[in-house]
């Protein structure tokens, strides 16, 4: 039996409840005229992450669920491992070693799934990704693939101008995987009519897509103002500078915005500035860039993401928990995330009032992770 007390931000509201629970469920929760020493709040979720501190997206199981316990020690309760493109055969091996990994409890970030960063791309705007690797669209194995995958895929990345992409988006929808349009040269027009065939979201915005023209507004236009369309946002405040990260956030509204770090194996580590990789990328406020100055990914977590909406950007409290969790959860229909609720499961991060990161809780048992 544990007991905290602290301030609560759900999303919408400040609250300053005592919290109990054991065994991983909420077992009572009152309420304080009194703040605590903390600052609580859902798990945050990363639906873009390739790896983080060592390990990889596509390591083996065992490396995996230390993969999870390096989240959770950063406050992320719930991720989508990203996994960019190659054959589905290859695709289907690292799923059975999701499974393998993820089928008992276990302390760490809970899994929700995978994010398919392909194979459907354009090789015009492969970015970090080889292009290579990127395929046509072929509908018959990719319902073949998705009735093998049986639910793990949650997130597909596709190039709504590519041939037969607008029925690839219908059956991501038929099988219940969002698609989300990243890696693309899709123009306005384009990208409205995937938007009415079932795209919802928008890969790593304004990154690895035609840029944002007066006269040519291109998919970013379409992300911008479509209401159907959430945007991910890469929060390290590189990949998108900081007015740009204000403009995307005034123009589509906290509840469309989900921060994503796109981390690595090599993210979580305070590198020095100009710090160079093993692979040869160097460090760049926070973000990995190629040596010909391609970015391939960031080094920053969502609680670095945390510190910069609040503190750069002036974001209230609850708009940046939505941005980095609530959105999340909703989109991948995780009913009652992070809720003070009698009966439900711990899933919370916690922090100091500095946004210092203290202790991560999730799931079936409590993950007492904190690097203290």
Known sequence: MRKIKCTWIDGITETHPVIEWDKGKITAVTHSQTSGDLIGMPALIDVHTHGFRGFSSEAPAEDLRRLAQAYAQRGIGGFCATIGPRPFPRYLEIIAEYRKAFSTP????????????????????????????????????????????????????????????????????????????????????????????????????????????????????????DPRLDCEMISDGYHLQLPVMKLLTLTKGPDHILCVSDSGADSGYAYPEGTVLSDGCVIRGGAMVQPDGVLAGSTCDLSDALKTLVRKMEIPLPQAVRMLSLNAARNLKLNNWGTLKPGNSCGWSFYTPDLEWVETIVDEQSCLLSER
């Open 106 to 225: 276990y302390p760490g970030a809970r899994f929700l799934g995978l994010h398919l960063e392909g194979p459907y791309l354009n090789p015009a705007k492969a970015g970090a990704i080889d292009p290579v690797t990127m395929q046509k669209i072929d509908l018959t194995e990719l319902e073949a693939f998705l009735k093998q995958s049986a639910g793990c895929v949650k997130i597909m990345t596709i190039a709504p101008e590519l041939p037969d992409a607008e029925a690839a988006i219908r059956l991501l929808n038929q099988y219940g995987v969002i698609a989300s349009a990243g890696h693309t040269a899709a123009d306005y027009a384009q990208c409205e009519r995937a938007a009415a065939v079932g795209l919802t979201q928008i890969t790593h915005t304004f990154n690895a897509m035609r840029s944002l023209h007066h006269r040519d507004p291109g998919l970013i236009a379409s992300a911008l103002i």
